[in-house]
């Protein structure tokens, strides 16, 4: 009775020491749906629904794969406000083209941006679940790529993760190592770790 009793107190610490709140979740799949419509609305053969389709399946696609794993109810149905950002995040993104002369450099800036955040939040998901340091990584390396695999998928496009030069899941991993060394090392809280994780992502180039 003692040791469960342990046990169970020791699993509510380390959830409480790896928890994010919903507000960077949904920041994160804001950013990946705006992101992947911005992506999409550069092809002329797909229409605008297919643009905000392929910006909501971007925003949720790699938080998707990382419950599957995880073995937990995929967050976008356990709360109503996930699709509702993922579809008004891809609405925005599908009329930006429009106002903006460039569009390149805020793809690659929000697709940096959704890396670092989405690697931080699956790493910290899978310790607060109690998994080791090494699958930990994997899961967050595994959220931060996996919604830009499914828009590629979808757009019937070589996957940018396969491309010789392309750093994405390097990128992943060493956000994610940072930010698992900064919390269990250095003592640093969940949200400022989150920070050094986003800015590792960003440093580290995605191609040549």
């Not at 696609?61 to 599957?68: C, P, S, V």
Request: glycine letters at 10%; charged letters at 10%.
């Amino acid at each position: 009775m003692l040791l469960w009793a342990c046990t169970r107190q020791n699993r509510r610490v380390i959830a409480e020491t790896f928890h994010l709140p919903l507000a960077v979740d949904l920041v994160a799949v804001g950013v990946g749906s705006l992101q992947g419509a911005l992506y999409a609305a550069g092809f002329k053969r797909i229409d605008l629904l297919g643009v905000a389709i392929i910006g909501i399946v971007t925003g949720i696609g790699g938080g998707f794969l990382r419950d599957i794993l995880l073995n937990v109810p995929p967050a976008p149905f356990t709360n109503n406000l996930y699709l509702i950002v993922a579809i008004g995040a891809a609405f925005i993104g599908m009329l930006l083209p429009r106002l903006l002369r460039r569009v390149d450099p805020v793809i690659t800036l929000l697709d940096a941006l959704s890396v670092g955040m989405f690697a931080a939040i699956g790493t910290t998901k899978a310790l607060a679940l109690g998994l080791p340091v090494a699958p930990a990584l994997f899961i967050g390396a595994l959220s931060a790529v996996g919604g830009g695999v499914v828009r590629d998928i979808i757009l019937n496009i070589p996957i940018a993760l396969m491309h010789v030069g392309s750093l994405y899941a390097v990128a992943a991993l060493a956000g994610a190592a940072v930010l698992t060394v900064l919390i269990l090392v250095f003592d640093v809280p969940v949200r400022g770790a989150s920070c050094q994780d986003d800015r590792v992502t960003r440093v580290v180039p995605h191609t040549d």
